[in-house]
């Protein structure tokens, strides 16, 4: 059974960072896919940054530059650095391990609170 759990949130004011951090237990932060997704007040949860098994990195548009997903295979840890934090991150940041080939079964995390005051 797949287990996601994401720590690291809390509050920080704009141009603040913090580090998110997501342990995974059955299951491989090294040999599958990983992403990072938000949900903002009101709004419907979104991509935010992806790794694929090979270390190639991608992000959603507004957090390029400024937020850096990563891996520690050997504590089977996945990150999310946050830089240049802005309210408008404000969200509750979900840990993702996509369906693999072949299946429609999805991981996600528990969720934590990311609040960036002004």
């Known amino acids: 059974q797949v287990q996601l759990v994401e720590s690291g949130g809390g509050s920080v004011q704009a141009g603040g960072s913090l580090r998110l951090s997501c342990v995974a237990s059955g299951s491989s932060v090294s040999a599958n896919e990983m992403a990072w997704y938000r949900r903002a007040p009101g709004l419907p949860r979104e991509y935010v940054a992806r790794?694929?098994?090979?270390?190639?990195?991608t992000y959603t548009d507004s957090v390029k530059g400024r937020f850096t997903i990563s891996r520690d295979n050997a504590k089977n840890t996945l990150y999310l650095q946050m830089n240049a934090l802005k309210p408008e991150d404000t969200a509750i940041y979900y840990c993702n391990q996509p369906p693999k080939p072949g299946s429609s079964l999805a991981y996600w995390g528990q969720g934590i609170q990311v609040t960036v005051s002004a």
């Open positions: 790794i694929d098994k090979f270390g190639m990195t």
